[in-house]
DNA sequence: GTGTTGATGTCGGAC
DNA sequence: GTCCGACGTCAACAC
């Protein structure tokens, strides 16, 4: 089951809920009135009031209040999550190990509670660093290899975006995938989720037109590469090609506002 | 009604829901399949995957995947949430005004969305930071050595405020620099700055008046220190004080009684 | 409004 | 692990 949601629980389906939820590894999300004890770094309380409890598969825990961004309790990625029942109650615990906190959160009466498996492939691309990148190929084709040219960026698809796409010298059509950083195994799925695409496109297309083969290359251009990406790579025949980002920009625009 | 919920909803009881849960500026959630594109003080797109989007009544908007505390899109308190439908698709869009920032949501497949109506008449108490270590110099001034006397709070200087000013018991100048945390090269820095100003005022005033010479000590108050922030305070002559930050909530669980 | 500073900052990268 | 810098930092407070 993909999700499971329950409406004014009992103690004991609650508890049961999160368990599954924890074990399952899922989003689980809790609607409550409830109070929160800190201690760590620094020390806090929280008496009762409705709240959002959101407990993510990476052991990150966060308490959301009706306002602001921040959550006004929370624990960062790898915190264990722990449930007990003490006295008819349910409380919630968090554990880090270093530097050692813990969270506490007493639970009194929840109007509902879920969990939900998430698929969620995609990562944030955020303009700036990886768009200098894009510039730069964009502005100097022979970058990646003599010969190409390159005709869209930020190719749309069912997929996702398609970073630049192109045409080596034969005219083989070529799908480029930007990371600024070192690539992981991650990028090498994204651009393989594309190329499965245009191949399927190609082939219908052979069919239609009975033209000669075109290949669809995929290129993975990145600064430097991770072992199990590259081991990934190969086994799906894309290519890398290491270029560096072009030298930080923001800095130069810090340094000068500096100045003034 | 206290709260809301759907599942599986079609795209107008969404709609309606949403603008509802808007109009009693409730807490909404909506776990779903979507697209985000962000625009302002920088631009980022994400792909369809599957996350979590969280409304608050002060105008927050936050968009969780499933890893990380910080969300991956979000809008601070006072954006402005919109609905619409297009193209037989739900987005979500929030603005701000200064500075213009928009976040788009194009959501595909909905798991569930509610919304709830929240009572929240609770704030954190917090200890265990930089003011409340100041508090208590302040008020226990023994504890940096005896005979010491703090004159000012916030000292403001060219270069900064100096958390504590006081004199030692033979009457020199003392420049504390507070920290909760581990102190840091910046931190001695911090201080050195103060310093300088502190030493030419003092060389200016001995030109004058001829007084006799009077000290001014450097002291970096702090749990701990790191190791080249200990070679640049040994270089520069500053002291420092070992303590920790105090971790006691005010009213210490005198607002639990007070209410029943 | 603009500006500055502290934070359980969080997060990522380098060593 | 620890340290260091960047961040759409956020949020509180002063001006």
Redesign the interface.
Known sequence: M??K?L?NPNIEEMYDLIEEGLRKKA?I?V?CCCKVIY?G????????????I?L???G?F?I??????D????Q??KSRTRTFIKDNTLFLESHRRSPKERLEVEIKKT??V?Y?L???????????YE?DMGDMIMKHPHMIEEGFKPTDREYSTE???IDILGKDKEGNLMVLELKCRKAGINAVKQIRRYLTDFKEEENSNLENTGNEKKKVRGLLVAPSIGEDARELLEEENIEFKSIDPPKELKNDKKVTLDIF
Request: charged share 30%; aromatic share 12%.
């Open positions: 993909k999700y949601l409406e989003m999300n609607f201690e770094r620094a020390l806090s309380q929280l008496d009762f009031g409705e709240r959002m959101l993510k598969p990476d990150s966060l959301h209040q009706e306002r602001k961004v959550p006004v309790n929370w960062p990625p109007h509902f879920n939900v998430v698929e969620d492939y995609q990562e944030l691309e955020i303009a700036g768009k997929h996702g975006f």
